[in-house]
C-alpha cells in the first residue's frame, strides 16, 4: 500500500511540473518552426513561425529577433519583433523593444523609447 501511495505521488509531482517552469531558446539558437507549449518561453536567439503558449508569457529578450504570430496569455518584448500578438491578459513593450504589427490585448503598456509600427486592439 505505501508503494501505491509513493507511485501515485512521484506521478503527480511529475505532471505537475510538466506544467509549470520555462524553456528558454539560448542566443546561439534560431528555429524555424511552430511552438505550442503550456509553460513560459523565453526566446534570446532568432524564432520564426508560430507560437501558443495559452496558459504561459512570451518573453523576447533584448537582441533577440522572432518573426511570428503569437498566441500567448501575456507578452513581454525586450527585443525584436514582427507579427501579430494576441495576448489574452496583457502585453508589455520595454524601452528596448522594436516591433512590427498588431497588438490584440486587453491591457498594454508601451515604454518611452520603444518603437513600435502597427495598430493596437484592446478587449476583454
Known amino acids: 500500500m505505501a508503494d501505491e501511495s ?4 512521484h506521478a503527480y509531482d511529475a505532471d505537475r511540473a510538466s506544467g509549470h517552469g520555462s524553456t528558454r531558446l539560448g542566443s546561439t539558437t534560431v528555429l524555424t518552426g511552430d511552438i505550442e507549449a503550456h509553460e513560459d518561453l523565453i526566446v534570446e536567439g532568432r524564432l520564426q513561425g508560430k507560437i501558443v ?9 533584448k ?8 498566441k500567448v496569455r501575456a507578452f513581454v518584448l525586450h527585443g525584436e519583433l514582427k ?5 489574452g491578459e496583457k502585453a508589455v513593450i520595454s524601452e528596448t523593444a522594436v ?26
Do not use: C, Q, W, Y
Not at 503558449?53 to 529578450?61: D, E
Not at 537582441?63 to 503569437?70: F, P, S, T
Open 99 to 124: 516591433m512590427s504589427g498588431d497588438v490584440i490585448t486587453p491591457k498594454i503598456t508601451i515604454a518611452n523609447g520603444a518603437h513600435f509600427s502597427g495598430g493596437i486592439r484592446m478587449k476583454d
Open 63 to 70: 537582441g533577440a529577433k522572432v518573426e511570428a504570430e503569437v
Open 6 to 9: 509513493a507511485n501515485r505521488s
Open 83 to 87: 507579427g501579430t500578438v494576441r495576448a
Open 53 to 61: 503558449i495559452p496558459s504561459g508569457t512570451l518573453t523576447v529578450a
